[in-house]
Each structure stands twice: as C-alpha cells, then as structure tokens.
C-alpha cells in the first residue's frame, strides 16, 4: 500500500512543480516581455516625464489643490489619489455620509447662478481617475484665469484646446486630462514670464 501511494504521489507533485514552474513563473515573465516588447510605455505605467522626472501618469489621478490648477474628481482611494487602494468608496445613492459630502462639496465650489458639474463632487469608480468633463473645466477656468492673473478667454481657450473627443466620434464622452491641462497652463505661465 505504501509503494502505491509513493508511486501515486510522484506524479502528483511533479505535475504539481511543472505547473508551478510553467504558470508561476514562465508565462508571467514571457507576457511581461512580451509587454515590454510591443508596448513598453503601458507596461510600465505610461508614466509622463518633465525635466527629466517622472510627474504623472496618463493613466492614474493625481490632487492639485492650488487655485492655480484646474482639480480633478475627488478621490476614494485610499487617502486620495493612492494608487494601491484603488477602489470607490462604495457609498450608494442612499448613504447619508455620501450626500453629506457632496453637499458640502457643492456649498464650497457653488458660484451664483451656475450649478456644480457632478463630476466635481463625486468620486469614479477607481477613485484614479485622470479626467474631468469639459463642463468641469470651464466651470474652474475663471478661478485658474483669476489666480494665474491671466484673461479669462486665454483659458477658456486653453480649455477647449484640451477637450478629447470620443473615440471614432460616438465611443465614450468628451473629456480633458487634467494633468496635461496643466502641465499646458504652465507652460503658457512660463511663456508670460511667471
């Protein structure tokens, strides 16, 4: 009975060591390389460079709390923007805590005569999100424009400039990534001697 068993069980566990070998370890880094070969930059986080450092990422969020930028959506992740705890804050249209935020949210960012695009009041699903809609752009341009002491109309401009259209013309909505947004604003800042 014991030789049965020993003789059943080397099958298993080389079995058990080749799939542990093949799955753990040989197809990630063949799909790692294969990544690294055909699209490096997504491999490795599409990261955005300035002055020889890394900024951003065209794919992840990040907060900009001065009234020089233009902000993103606020963010459940983690303590904001925390790419390691990825998530939504899984408050649902019920939760008193939620409509508590959004509300306070609104009554700081309310200007007379002109409601509070949703987008800056509410978080995305990921809480990483790097885009605004067009509408929550030009709703803080007259700040950024007020704060960077530049016309109102070079932003607004800048703005529209920046809008991404929908995949094909009709794949998913208007938007505008804020960082590159800004990283534009800044270099129209620097151009005017700021």
Same mark, same amino acid.
């Given at each position: ?89 899984? &408050?649902?249209?019920? @939760?008193?805590?939620?409509? $508590? ?5 609104? #009554? =700081?960012?309310?200007?007379? /005569? *002109?409601?509070?695009?949703?987008? &800056?009041?509410?978080? @995305?699903?990921?809480?990483? $999100? ?5 509408? #929550? =752009?030009?709703?803080?341009? /007259? *700040? ?51």
């Amino acid at each position: 009975m014991t030789k049965d068993f020993i003789t059943a069980l080397r099958p298993a566990l080389v079995m058990t060591a080749l799939f542990a070998l093949l799955l753990g370890l040989a197809y990630p880094l063949a799909l790692t390389g294969i990544g690294q070969a055909i699209f490096p930059t997504q491999a490795n986080g599409s990261l955005i460079e300035q002055d020889d450092r890394i900024i951003g990422s065209a794919i992840a969020g990040q907060n900009f709390t001065s009234d020089r930028y233009f902000h993103p959506r606020p963010s459940a992740a983690g303590k904001g923007y925390d790419g390691l705890a990825s998530s939504g804050s899984n &408050l649902g249209p019920t @939760s008193q805590t939620l409509a $508590d935020r959004v509300k306070g949210d609104v #009554a =700081a960012l309310r200007e007379p /005569g *002109r409601p509070v695009p949703s987008d &800056l009041v509410t978080a @995305s699903a990921s809480g990483l $999100d790097p885009h605004i809609s067009p509408d #929550a =752009a030009f709703y803080q341009a /007259g *700040r950024v424009a007020q704060a960077r002491g530049l016309p109102p109309e070079t932003v607004r401009a800048l703005v529209e400039q920046s809008v991404e259209r929908p995949l094909f013309g009709f794949i998913g909505e208007p938007r505008i990534h804020v960082l590159n947004l800004n990283r534009r604003l800044d270099r129209i800042g620097a151009n005017r001697g700021q």
